[in-house]
């Protein structure tokens, strides 16, 4: 106990002293030469719905959103998981459908933007498209109900890129509780646990 109240006391000591050495302005140009010197990956953009909307061009400098080519490339971004994402209400056929129709607009943005973008599935991909100076593009599906409990339909999701899915958004799905839900199948069900 008096060892781990001596490193407690150590370590309160030592953060003060750095935090009396380090100025703002230190710790602001040690952050960015770690940040440009670095693979950055963003794991969860919502911009793909805008990508439905034929006005939205991701190679124009936007003064809203999240992102854009121009923006991406000011920030040092290496790669970006596209979010898959409709309302987790939205079940059955009609959310695999809005969930394809998704996973084109952001494929079609790709082969729109070669220069710019390219498609990747794994970390080595990522790396070599750092080095060829182009944005990765991934995917990941946000919750479960978009595959209408079928397993091949995520299989087909991964076959056209997608990299990761949520179990759940905020809404149970059909085969698994989300944490921001009444619980209905006590976590999973058989299927889930399969999934
Ligand atoms: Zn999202």
Redesign the pocket.
Known sequence: MLRTMLTAGLCFSTSIFLAAAVTADDISARARKLHFSSIVVDT?D?TTQRLLDGNFDLTARNADGSIDIPRMRDGNLSAIFF?I?IPSKVTGPEAVKRALEQIDAVREQVSKHPKDLVLTATAAEVREARKQGKLAALMGV?GGHMINSDLAILRSYAALGVRYMTLTHSGNDEWADSSTDKPVHNGLTDFGKEV
């Open positions: 969860h919502d979010s994402w946000e």
